[in-house]
């Protein structure tokens, strides 16, 4: 098989997969279109008929959406700004000093990673109690989603670290800097792509955050967009098309954020943040 050959069979393998793990994504905004009979219809169309513009502003204001976006943008921006400072420290102290005892830290923050969310949320829960951050419900979920991303930017963070060359600290130091200077004015600056990369990723992550959620905001005007669109759900439910098209209003801006951001986060990969 020539060269151009294989590039246009990889050509079409690519897109076909696109097309597969973008159809999940094309049928939730085609339904939220659709009438309730031909949501129904068998054979399915593709396209509706006659489609249904006037859902989206309706839904958005009768679910007062506003709200739920606003909570879930404070959420996971008070997430990532607690993240980033705390996490970026941890990972450079990590990706500089190696010896025997940081190896066994790395570890131990990598298996908190694998802890699912369903299995922490009950000592989260119980301590918030007895501490009384639970009286702040969007402080604990802020710093629950903190305590359950870290390990996942320390790792992203501590590579990107890892690519900067020590010689460039070393003469920051006989140039007459101190460590925390030559962090701030040499280090941080050529890991800002990776930092940004994991950044954005913990965002993404935390704006779709449920569990923490549901289970420490009981108040409806604090709570974000992904337990407002739990809200729909019922035994009894079939208005499939709006809630079609609260889950579109509500994954818009993320994909938004995605593809405004792409050329950051692809430079963010290319220079070691996932390396």
């Known amino acids: 098989m020539s060269e151009t ?22 049928w939730m905004y085609i339904t939220a279109l659709k009438t309730g009979s031909e949501m129904f ?6 396209w509706p008929d006659d489609p249904q513009w006037s859902i989206f502003p309706f839904v958005f204001q009768l679910k007062g959406m506003g709200l739920f976006l ?25 990706a500089r000093y190696r010896n025997v005892w940081v190896d066994v830290g790395l570890f131990l923050v990598l298996m908190l990673q694998v802890l699912p969310a369903s299995l922490m949320i009950t000592p989260i829960f119980v301590l918030f109690t007895l ?11 802020i ?7 870290m390990p996942f930017f320390i790792v992203l ?27 701030w004015s040499i280090v941080l600056p050529l890991a800002r792509n ?18 923490y959620s549901k289970s420490l905001i009981q108040e409806i005007e604090l709570q974000p967009s992904s337990v407002g669109l739990n809200a729909f759900m019922g035994p009894n439910t079939n208005e499939w098309n709006r809630i079609m098209a609260f889950a579109s209003i509500y994954v818009t801006p993320i994909l938004a954020t995605f593809v405004l951001l792409q050329r950051r986060i692809v430079s963010g990969l290319t220079s070691g943040a996932l390396k």
């Open 5 to 26: 050959n294989r590039n246009r069979l990889l050509l079409a393998v690519a897109l076909l997969l696109a097309a597969i793990y973008l159809f999940p994504l094309y």
């Open 41 to 46: 219809r068998t054979p399915p169309s593709f």
């Open 70 to 94: 606003w909570n879930s943008t404070v959420i996971a921006s008070g997430s990532v700004a607690l993240i980033a400072v705390l996490g970026t420290g941890a990972a450079y102290v990590l």
């Open 131 to 141: 501490t009384g951050i639970l009286d702040y419900p969007r402080m604990a979920v």
């Open 143 to 149: 710093l629950a989603i903190a305590a359950k991303s």
């Open 157 to 183: 963070v501590r590579a990107t670290f890892m690519s900067v060359p020590m010689e460039l600290e070393e003469a920051a130091l006989v140039d007459g800097n101190s460590r925390v200077g030559a962090f």
């Open 194 to 211: 990776g930092i940004l990369v994991a950044a954005i990723l913990i965002f993404m992550q935390a704006f779709g955050e449920f569990v």
